[in-house]
């Protein structure tokens, strides 16, 4: 199956091992992911806080991209793919909202692609048991809190692929790579990524609330899917806490066997690397 | 508009009825419905340090309490997470609001003291105008060299640039599609 692939910004810098580790995956999967030709950032958290035009264009005008190619468009960051969905959906909708994102974008929209998370991809299209047979190396007693983060699925009504209170999917998918998935009360509360650089000493605390309820919970480790909510995690954590953050796509990557899996592992600023060799699962 | 005084344990604020007719057009938000129940503040840790709560928010556009309302630390802490909009009974997307407010105060420079979140969007929105994508280790030396706080963060921006995190080297090309969108948007930048 062929994807339009969108990136984003971070994944070419903070978020470099998420890109490397879609790509893998999702080709050890069969998926074949092409990036879209001269995309643009899509806006992200800035461009609505400031200018609802420039965040309908700058979202719209990826879409039209994606058109162009005819292929539904995959997008890895939360970030993104929730400012994608808006706009997807704004238009989808609302007659008003189309006609004011195509005067915008300067483009003529269809409605015929859809976009998708690449976790509902490897979800609903791929399906866990599928996952779960390309498994090699089964992530065996590693206890995993599933953190997707406040934009993953929300707002409910714009892509309703998992539920918005206590979502599922990373649980069943770390199941399906034999880890074992933790109950915890935190899986949507946002970390404060947004505001990492304005206010780090209100994302700390923010952040040192959700290690701590992870911790409790009993996980030696999060997955999430989302390079903000990754970096912010490890880049604001209190100083005496070490437990990795892991993409749902690098434990794929590891379940599978995949030789480049380290190489991403490397990048993380929490070495991962003695809790996986607890599990014997670091070479 | 009537605007009259109204005085709050706060203090005295001028109200103006325009006010909350101009939010509530703009973010299409049913304002009216908000009975108060707080809901929204109940599960809103990123304004726990803001000077009023969401629900507080929602009373003082209410109120019509234009200043009060632009001026405040509580909607540059609004991280739109949208956990307040889910949970709101009357279908009030909270986020949706704060987002208004925050482009009414930016358009008119009005942020409260010390606070950076209009720099940071500013800065944010240059670089996709100037070049079609944001690259952070460009965004982050910016933002830190207009704050002045260049020295808070070395030592993580160093163990990101040692993985490969920060890559130095721009894309410089400039994108017309990017360019004529800001231009139709009047967009910053
Ligand atoms: S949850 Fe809704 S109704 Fe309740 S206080 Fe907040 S905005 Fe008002
Ligand atoms: S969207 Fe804003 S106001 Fe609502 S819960 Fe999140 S941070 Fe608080």
């Not at chain 1, 998918?173 to 009360?185: D, F, K, N, Q, T």
């Not at chain 1, 650089?197 to 701590?212: D, I, S």
């Not at chain 2, 307040?84 to 358009?107: F, H, S, Y």
Request: with cysteine.
């Amino acid at each position: 199956m062929q994807y339009s692939y969108y990136p984003g910004c971070s994944l070419e810098a903070t978020g470099v091992e998420y890109n490397l580790s879609t790509r893998a995956v999702a080709g050890a999967l069969g998926l074949e992911l092409v990036e879209l030709p001269g995309w643009t950032c899509c806006g992200s958290s800035s461009a609505h806080a400031v200018n609802k035009d420039l965040a309908l264009g700058l979202a719209a005008h990826n879409i039209a991209l994606a058109q162009e190619q005819g292929r539904d468009l995959v997008v890895p960051c939360s970030a993104c793919y929730t400012r994608l969905c808006k706009a997807d959906h704004e238009m989808r909708h609302d007659p008003a909202e189309k006609a004011r994102a195509e005067r915008l974008a300067g483009f003529s929209y269809t409605g015929k692609i859809q976009i998708y998370s690449f976790l509902e991809i490897v979800k609903d299209r791929v399906g866990c048991d599928e996952v779960a047979r390309a498994v090699r190396k089964p992530l065996t007693g590693l206890k995993v809190a599933c953190y997707y983060g406040c934009l993953l699925v929300r707002p409910p009504e714009v892509r309703p692929f998992d539920r918005a209170e206590d979502p599922t999917s990373l649980d069943e998918l770390a199941a399906a790579l034999g880890a074992e998935p933790v109950p915890w009360c935190y899986k949507t509360t946002c970390c404060g990524a947004g505001l990492s650089l304005t206010r780090p000493e209100v994302v700390e605390q923010l952040v040192a609330r959700l290690l701590a309820a992870a911790r409790e919970a009993g996980a030696d480790a999060l997955v999430t899917a989302c390079p903000l909510c990754q970096n912010n995690l490890e880049m604001r954590r209190p100083a005496q806490e070490g437990i990795p953050v892991f993409y749902f796509t690098e434990l794929m990557g590891l379940a599978f066997g995949l030789e480049e899996a380290p190489g991403w592992l490397k990048k993380h600023l929490v070495d991962p690397f003695p809790l996986l060799q607890r599990f014997s699962l670091a070479g | 508009m009537a605007t009259a005084t109204l005085h709050l344990p706060a203090g005295e604020i001028t109200v103006d009825a325009a006010f909350r007719e101009e939010v509530a057009r703009l973010s299409g938000q049913p304002l009216e419905l908000c009975f108060q129940c707080q809901k929204c503040a109940s599960g809103c840790y990123p304004t726990q340090e803001g000077d009023y709560t969401p629900n507080e928010i929602m009373r003082l556009i209410q109120y019509g309490a234009r200043d009060a309302v632009l001026r405040s630390r509580t909607i540059w802490l609004c991280t739109s997470c949208e956990t307040c909009g889910l949970r709101c009974p009357n279908g009030i997307r909270i986020a949706e609001v704060m987002d208004t407010l925050k482009q009414m105060a930016a358009a008119r420079g009005i942020a409260p003291v010390g606070e950076t979140g209009p720099l940071f969007h500013n800065l944010f929105l240059c670089e996709i105008r100037a070049v079609g994508r944001v690259h952070e280790t460009m965004l982050m030396l910016k933002y830190k060299l207009k704050t002045g706080n260049l020295f808070a963060d070395m030592k993580l921006g160093w163990q990101l640039f040692r993985r490969g995190k920060l890559p130095l080297v721009p894309r410089l090309k400039k994108d017309p599609a990017v360019r004529r969108i800001f231009e139709r948007a009047g967009g910053q930048g």
